[in-house]
C-alpha cells in the first residue's frame, strides 16, 4: 500500500472542519430559532472485530466534523463526517483460503463515515456539560493489501452503522469550547473483502476537539 492514500483522505477531512467554521459565523438563539454549532475533531481509533483480524494497530489517522443544530432545550440534531485510517506493515506469512503469501506486507483501511446524529444534554446551556448521542448512516470501505513491491490487492464496500457515543463539553471562550467524546461504530455485515465473504469493519474512537457556536 503506497502512503498516498493516507494523505489525500487526512487532508480531505481537515479542510472540511476548517472550512465549517465559517458556517458558524452568525449563530441563531433559541428564541429566534435552532441554535448551530460546529464541531471538529481530531480522532484515535481502535480497531475491533474484523478490523482488529485485517490490520491490529490502532488507527492515529482521524478526523471529523459534525454539525449540530438545537432543536428542542436539552436535544440535538445534526450530521456528521469522519475520516478513519487503519495501517500496517508486516514481514511473514498470511494464509488465505486459498493458499499462504510470504513477504512484506502492507494492510490498509480507510474508512469514511457519514451519519445523522442525535444529542441529549441534561444541561442544556447549548450544548455544554456531559452528553449522550447516537448516530445512524453509511460507512464506506476502502481495503488494500501489498505483498512485496508489485502484488497489490483492494476491495471496497458499504456498510450500514450505529454509532453510540458519550462525551463532555466544556467552555474555554464565549462562543468556543473543548469537546472530548467516545464513540463505538458498529457495523452491519457486507462486501466481498479479500480472504472472501463479508465482513463487519467497527472500531472504537476517543476524539478531542474544538466546537463553536
Known amino acids: 500500500m503506497k502512503p498516498s492514500w493516507r494523505a489525500p483522505a487526512i487532508a480531505a477531512a481537515v479542510s472540511a472542519i476548517l472550512g465549517s467554521r465559517a458556517a458558524a459565523q452568525n449563530p441563531q438563539t433559541s428564541s429566534e430559532g435552532p441554535s448551530f454549532t460546529s464541531i471538529g475533531t481530531y480522532a484515535i481509533a481502535f480497531p475491533v472485530g474484523d478490523t482488529h483480524r485485517f490490520v491490529p494497530n490502532v488507527s492515529w489517522f482521524g478526523a471529523g466534523w459534525e454539525g449540530q443544530w438545537l432543536v428542542r432545550p436539552y436535544t440535538a440534531a445534526g450530521a456528521a463526517i469522519t475520516v478513519n485510517d487503519f495501517f500496517d506493515a508486516t514481514h511473514g506469512t498470511t494464509t488465505f483460503p486459498s493458499g499462504a503469501a510470504t513477504g512484506f506486507q502492507n494492510r490498509e483501511l480507510l474508512v469514511v463515515t457519514v451519519m445523522g446524529t442525535g444529542r441529549w ?18 460507512e464506506y470501505v476502502q481495503q488494500n493489501y501489498q505483498l512485496g513491491v508489485n502484488s ?61 457556536h
Not at 444534554?121 to 453509511?138: D, I, T
Not at 467524546?181 to 474544538?210: H, K, N, P
Open 121 to 138: 444534554n441534561p444541561h442544556h446551556l447549548l450544548g455544554r456539560g456531559g452528553w449522550l448521542g447516537l448516530g445512524a448512516g453509511g
Open 152 to 212: 497489490s490487492f483492494a476491495r471496497n464496500g458499504m456498510h450500514f452503522v450505529l454509532a453510540p457515543d458519550i462525551g463532555v463539553t466544556t467552555p474555554i471562550f464565549d462562543d468556543v469550547d473543548l469537546v472530548f467524546s467516545a464513540r463505538y461504530t458498529g457495523a452491519t455485515a457486507a462486501g466481498s473483502y479479500l480472504g472472501g465473504g463479508s465482513r463487519r469493519f467497527g472500531f472504537v474512537t476517543f476524539s478531542i476537539g474544538m466546537s463553536e
